[in-house]
């Protein structure tokens, strides 16, 4: 038999009196007249490979293959490396986060699956430095959840970027008002002597303006046809899982013009190994093999072709096989990291998670700032006073504000918050203790994190019914424990939680830190991670400023909170 290239296919010269053979071949494949053609996807050429050894090869495909495998091979060599001598870290790097730059920086695609909290954001950004400086990109984009993509400028590029690299960075945004469109297109002219950093918003490549403004940028980085010489990452790349998805769709072929692709995630997993296939588009069909979903789902699931639901018939996934394979597939371009085998990290790590207001939020915090700024100017409001009319403002940011003059509690609507947390859940696996100053959020909470297994423990639960419910938390019944920290944050032991959300914080400093203790105690073997929702340059910020002094907010005098209303916003 000979194996030849035409046009996109393969075409096999004598490939009649193997017809039945044919057949089980694993991707697409298609008779024209007489001929036999298949997709030359690494699947399908691995399997001619082993049915048809003495088959001649006059396309470049298996040299290809091999040159891929020679890749892999070389990746899964080494492990555990030593600090390199032609790089300078500014920060301080774990061994587990070594060995992650180590394996990659060189590697076109490759995905750090590193649980949240080991410092996966640190790796890409010594990983673009390092290409820089070899002159093998000139542009990054970072591509991650709205608000993660704009704390990858703001803080994480800052603490980690080397001093020496020159980089120019927009976040970007949709619209903007004329100062934000000036800046937009000062960035898209054409600068090779910096390192320039878009960081996008996922939810924008859902829409043709985000797609455009990225490819816009493309185009005014080097390189010789569509692919640039660019580093293109995901950041919680489960966002992409569901291949068919228009924004999984964009964000592929975005990574299709860039010469270097990163996936990162914690849990690349939520809901099977069908997760994975969408992901691996994106660095490339090349690792998986399978140029279609179908075909990928067809060989890891086990289907059920019999469901039916609202009188139409479905496909239904009942199980998993030839695990071990895929697992193969994918270990020379993954590095994997657990906290609990990270034995270098800190006992407690913390981080902060950025989240918008929405429009209607925005107005009335906006509309209580000001009138609280008129009440200071005429010298109307006490300390005491003061002190409610914050309490107001923390309200307003979680998502609803209580009216005590008029027994009235409103709930808005909108609330990305929520939203927010509900993916942080999906970001990270294990246990969750989410902390909440307020009632009408944790009911809010209890029903949005219902589908995890929710246990409540505040004051609108009964002593008996507590009791009731950190049992099943403590025994893996439910992953998630809401409280409040007036009530659940002395005299608890959680221990087998590894994550604390703080939905919101309490005004009183001891609340805060007798709350860390609840699954960080004497004897505790495991790495805790708290993270922060923090509304930017609101009174999350303030209050979380001033508990790291542990100061409580109701002992602020007037002169403080009159400064930070003049500040914010």
């Given at each position: 038999?000979?194996?030849?290239?035409?046009?996109?296919?393969?075409?096999?010269?004598?490939?009649?009196r193997?017809?039945s053979r044919?057949?089980?071949?694993?991707?697409?494949?298609?008779w024209k007249d007489?001929?036999?053609l298949c997709?030359?996807?690494?699947?399908?050429?691995?399997w001619?490979?082993?049915?048809?050894?003495?088959?001649?090869?006059?396309?470049?495909h298996?040299?290809?293959?091999?040159?891929?495998?020679?890749?892999?091979?070389?990746?899964l060599?080494?492990?555990h490396?030593?600090?390199p001598?032609?790089?300078?870290f500014?920060?301080?790097?774990?061994?587990?986060?070594?060995?992650?730059f180590?394996?990659?920086?060189?590697?076109?695609w490759?995905?750090?699956?590193?649980e949240?909290g080991?410092?996966?954001?640190?790796?890409?950004?010594?990983?673009a430095?390092y290409l820089w400086h070899?002159?093998?990109?000139?542009?990054?984009?970072?591509?991650?959840?709205?608000?993660?993509?704009a704390?990858?400028?703001?803080?994480?590029?800052?603490?980690h970027?080397?001093?020496?690299?020159?980089?120019?960075?927009?976040?970007?945004r949709s619209?903007?008002?004329?100062?934000?469109?000036?800046?937009?297109?000062?960035?898209?002219?054409?600068?090779?002597?910096?390192?320039r950093?878009?960081t996008?918003?996922?939810?924008?490549?859902?829409?043709?303006?985000?797609?455009e403004f990225?490819?816009?940028f493309l185009?005014?980085?080097g390189?010789?046809g569509?692919?640039?010489?660019?580093l293109?990452?995901?950041?919680?790349?489960?966002?992409i899982?569901n291949?068919t998805?228009?924004?999984?769709m964009?964000?592929c072929?975005l990574?299709?013009?860039?010469?270097f692709?990163?996936?990162?995630?914690?849990?690349?997993?939520?809901?099977?190994?069908?997760?994975l296939?969408?992901?691996?588009?994106?660095?490339s069909p090349?690792i998986?093999?399978?140029?279609?979903?179908?075909?990928?789902?067809?060989?890891?699931?086990?289907?059920?072709?019999n469901q039916?639901?609202g009188?139409?018939?479905?496909v239904?996934?009942?199980?998993?096989?030839h695990?071990?394979?895929?697992?193969?597939?994918m270990?020379?371009?993954?590095h994997?990291?657990k906290?609990?085998?990270?034995?270098?990290?800190?006992p407690?790590?913390?981080?902060?998670?950025?989240?918008?207001?929405s429009?209607?939020?925005?107005d009335m915090y906006?509309?209580?700032?000001?009138?609280?700024?008129?009440?200071?100017?005429?010298?109307?409001?006490?300390?005491?006073?003061?002190?409610?009319r914050?309490?107001?403002l923390?309200?307003?940011?979680c998502?609803?504000?209580?009216?005590?003059?008029?027994?009235k509690?409103?709930?808005?609507?909108?609330?990305?918050?929520?939203?927010?947390l509900?993916?942080?859940?999906?970001e990270?696996?294990?246990q969750?203790?989410?902390?909440?100053?307020?009632?009408?959020?944790?009911?809010?909470?209890?029903e949005t994190?219902?589908?995890?297994?929710v246990?409540?423990?505040?004051?609108?639960?009964?002593?008996d019914?507590?009791?009731i419910?950190?049992?099943?938390?403590?025994?893996?019944?439910?992953r998630?424990?809401?409280?409040?920290?007036?009530?659940?944050?002395?005299g608890?032991?959680?221990?087998c939680?590894?994550y604390?959300?703080?939905?919101?914080?309490?005004?009183?400093?001891?609340?805060?830190?007798?709350?860390e203790d609840r699954?960080h105690r004497q004897?505790?073997?495991?790495h805790?991670?708290?993270?922060?929702?923090?509304?930017p340059?609101?009174?999350?910020?303030y209050?979380?400023?001033t508990?790291?002094?542990?100061?409580?907010?109701?002992?602020?005098?007037?002169?403080?909170?009159?400064?930070?209303?003049?500040e914010e916003?």
């Amino acid at each position: 038999m000979i194996i030849a290239a035409e046009g996109k296919y393969l075409r096999l010269v004598g490939a009649l009196r193997f017809k039945s053979r044919l057949t089980q071949m694993p991707g697409f494949a298609k008779w024209k007249d007489d001929q036999f053609l298949c997709e030359p996807t690494r699947m399908n050429i691995e399997w001619l490979e082993r049915e048809f050894p003495a088959a001649e090869w006059k396309s470049s495909h298996l040299k290809d293959l091999n040159a891929l495998r020679a890749t892999e091979n070389q990746s899964l060599s080494t492990y555990h490396f030593s600090k390199p001598d032609d790089y300078d870290f500014k920060t301080t790097l774990f061994q587990h986060q070594l060995d992650a730059f180590m394996r990659s920086r060189d590697m076109e695609w490759f995905a750090y699956f590193m649980e949240m909290g080991t410092g996966k954001t640190k790796v890409y950004i010594d990983n673009a430095a390092y290409l820089w400086h070899n002159s093998k990109i000139d542009g990054c984009i970072v591509i991650a959840p709205n608000g993660v993509h704009a704390q990858f400028v703001t803080e994480q590029v800052p603490i980690h970027m080397p001093d020496d690299v020159d980089i120019d960075c927009l976040i970007y945004r949709s619209g903007g008002d004329k100062a934000a469109r000036r800046r937009k297109a000062e960035f898209l002219k054409p600068n090779l002597n910096k390192l320039r950093i878009l960081t996008v918003n996922v939810e924008a490549l859902s829409h043709k303006s985000g797609v455009e403004f990225v490819i816009e940028f493309l185009k005014t980085l080097g390189g010789v046809g569509e692919v640039r010489p660019v580093l293109i990452g995901v950041d919680e790349s489960t966002r992409i899982k569901n291949a068919t998805a228009i924004r999984s769709m964009n964000v592929c072929k975005l990574g299709s013009y860039c010469k270097f692709r990163r996936i990162l995630s914690g849990s690349p997993v939520t809901k099977g190994v069908e997760d994975l296939f969408g992901q691996f588009k994106f660095l490339s069909p090349k690792i998986l093999g399978f140029s279609s979903f179908y075909t990928f789902r067809n060989h890891y699931c086990i289907l059920d072709h019999n469901q039916t639901r609202g009188g139409k018939e479905y496909v239904s996934i009942t199980g998993y096989q030839h695990i071990e394979e895929l697992q193969k597939k994918m270990a020379p371009w993954v590095h994997r990291v657990k906290k609990e085998d990270c034995l270098d990290l800190p006992p407690k790590i913390y981080m902060t998670r950025e989240v918008p207001l929405s429009e209607q939020q925005l107005d009335m915090y906006r509309t209580l700032r000001r009138e609280m700024l008129l009440e200071f100017q005429e010298m109307t409001l006490t300390a005491t006073m003061a002190a409610v009319r914050m309490t107001k403002l923390q309200q307003i940011v979680c998502g609803h504000i209580r009216f005590t003059d008029q027994d009235k509690l409103v709930l808005i609507p909108d609330v990305p918050r929520l939203n927010v947390l509900k993916e942080i859940m999906d970001e990270i696996d294990g246990q969750v203790i989410v902390w909440a100053r307020f009632t009408p959020d944790i009911d809010r909470i209890c029903e949005t994190l219902a589908e995890y297994g929710v246990s409540r423990y505040d004051g609108k639960v009964s002593t008996d019914d507590r009791i009731i419910a950190e049992q099943r938390f403590k025994a893996g019944v439910n992953r998630v424990m809401v409280s409040n920290p007036a009530v659940g944050a002395t005299g608890r032991n959680w221990q087998c939680a590894t994550y604390a959300v703080y939905y919101s914080n309490s005004f009183d400093a001891e609340h805060r830190w007798q709350s860390e203790d609840r699954c960080h105690r004497q004897g505790t073997t495991q790495h805790v991670t708290y993270i922060d929702l923090v509304a930017p340059n609101t009174i999350d910020s303030y209050i979380l400023s001033t508990l790291s002094r542990k100061k409580d907010i109701a002992s602020l005098t007037i002169d403080e909170m009159r400064a930070f209303l003049k500040e914010e916003l």
